[in-house]
């Protein structure tokens, strides 16, 4: 899926504010959902489209020019489920198999070329109390640059599920690591991501559906492909990526064992899929960065999903 923790989701009152300005771009009065449902199709997607982009520059505008203290995140999720308890908090309970995880050029697809550009007057203005510490981390870990994507994907996607799966109940949390480029990526994916494991980029493999949208996977990826879904419908079937003795076997067997989380950060095992090398669980993937994100928190953050 791709709700990410860090992105907090909408109290009641919020939702029913943004509720009432998408009512009015669609000129609908009370009674309203019989207003609504005399709207057609395309009428409410203009409107949807219209509100959307209003809101999110306003809120951008206002943000950046420290008029209010807003939630930066919140342009990428404007619609969803009211909350009283945000995402991360609600998976302290889990106790059912959960998989979860991240690409490893996730927050790429968002970060468009002009961001790079000044990624420490941006982290500045995104975080200003821990924006001069987090880019000076950042010039240290990913010395190749492209600092801002980078902070994008380990803020947004890798550490959060990190840290909600360590704090899960169940004892059957499965974390992955997609770190493959697709080979049709120029048709796939927007031009700046071509390079990249972009957000989006494992579901021609989980849908197995290449060539259902115009696209061939080469031998390497159809062997990927094989084994990814071979894992699915394990943990579908049972519960357990991992192959069974004596159970129906999946497409591709004697999987390399997909360790579960260990509740101990220092066991924390990750299955990293790529055709470059073996699908194997690796230990501690972005350990440093996770921890580091770990402290400054997912929630409540100034400028960024602060409550």
Same mark, same amino acid.
């Given at each position: 899926?791709?709700?990410?923790?860090?992105?907090?989701?909408?109290?009641?009152?919020?939702?029913?504010?943004?509720?009432?300005?998408?009512?009015?771009?669609?000129?609908?009065?009370?009674?309203? &959902?019989?207003? &609504?449902?005399?709207?057609?199709?395309?009428?409410?997607?203009?409107?949807?489209?219209?509100?959307?982009?209003?809101?999110?520059?306003?809120?951008?505008?206002?943000?950046?020019?420290?008029?209010?203290?807003?939630?930066?995140?919140?342009?990428?999720?404007?619609?969803?489920?009211?909350?009283?308890?945000?995402?991360?908090?609600?998976?302290?309970?889990?106790?059912?198999?959960?998989?979860?995880?991240?690409?490893?050029?996730?927050?790429?697809?968002?970060?468009?070329?002009?961001?790079?550009?000044?990624?420490?007057?941006?982290?500045?203005?995104? &975080?200003?109390?821990?924006?001069?510490?987090?880019?000076?981390?950042?010039?240290?870990?990913?010395?190749?640059?492209?600092?801002?994507?980078?902070?994008?994907?380990?803020?947004?996607?890798?550490?959060?599920?990190?840290?909600?799966?360590?704090?899960?109940?169940?004892?059957?949390?499965?974390?992955?690591?997609?770190?493959?480029?697709?080979?049709?990526?120029?048709?796939?994916?927007?031009?700046?991501?071509?390079?990249?494991?972009?957000?989006?980029?494992?579901?021609?493999?989980?849908?197995?559906?290449?060539?259902?949208?115009?696209?061939?996977?080469?031998?390497?990826?159809?062997? =990927?492909?094989?084994?990814?879904?071979?894992? =699915?419908?394990?943990?579908?079937?049972?519960?357990?990526?991992?192959?069974?003795?004596?159970?129906?076997?999946?497409?591709?067997?004697?999987?390399?064992?997909? &360790?579960?989380?260990?509740?101990?950060?220092?066991?924390?095992?990750?299955?990293?899929?790529?055709?470059?090398?073996?699908?194997?669980?690796? =230990?501690?993937?972005?350990?440093?960065?996770?921890?580091?994100?770990?402290?400054?928190?997912?929630?409540?953050?100034?400028? =960024?999903?602060?409550?």
């Amino acid at each position: 899926m791709s709700g990410l923790y860090s992105i907090s989701l909408k109290p009641e009152e919020e939702a029913l504010k943004m509720g009432k300005k998408f009512l009015k771009e669609v000129e609908c009065d009370e009674p309203v &959902l019989s207003c &609504l449902q005399n709207r057609n199709v395309e009428d409410l997607n203009k409107a949807s489209s219209n509100f959307l982009i209003s809101f999110n520059i306003w809120v951008l505008a206002y943000e950046f020019l420290n008029i209010f203290d807003s939630k930066v995140f919140h342009v990428m999720q404007s619609w969803g489920p009211t909350v009283e308890t945000q995402p991360i908090s609600q998976f302290q309970n889990v106790e059912k198999p959960v998989m979860i995880g991240s690409l490893s050029g996730d927050g790429k697809s968002f970060s468009f070329p002009p961001l790079n550009f000044f990624p420490q007057i941006l982290l500045k203005m995104l &975080l200003p109390n821990d924006g001069t510490t987090v880019f000076q981390k950042y010039q240290e870990w990913y010395k190749g640059g492209d600092i801002f994507a980078h902070f994008l994907t380990d803020y947004m996607y890798t550490c959060p599920a990190r840290f909600a799966a360590l704090d899960m109940n169940s004892q059957s949390v499965y974390d992955y690591y997609f770190d493959h480029v697709l080979s049709f990526t120029d048709k796939f994916s927007p031009w700046w991501c071509h390079q990249y494991a972009c957000h989006g980029n494992d579901v021609p493999f989980f849908f197995q559906s290449a060539s259902f949208i115009g696209f061939n996977f080469t031998k390497d990826e159809e062997k =990927l492909v094989d084994i990814y879904s071979s894992y =699915l419908a394990n943990f579908i079937h049972r519960g357990d990526p991992n192959d069974i003795p004596n159970s129906v076997p999946p497409k591709v067997s004697n999987l390399n064992p997909w &360790l579960p989380i260990d509740p101990n950060p220092e066991n924390l095992w990750t299955l990293v899929f790529s055709t470059e090398e073996p699908v194997v669980s690796k =230990l501690g993937i972005k350990k440093e960065q996770c921890e580091f994100w770990d402290i400054i928190g997912y929630y409540n953050v100034v400028r =960024l999903n602060k409550k």
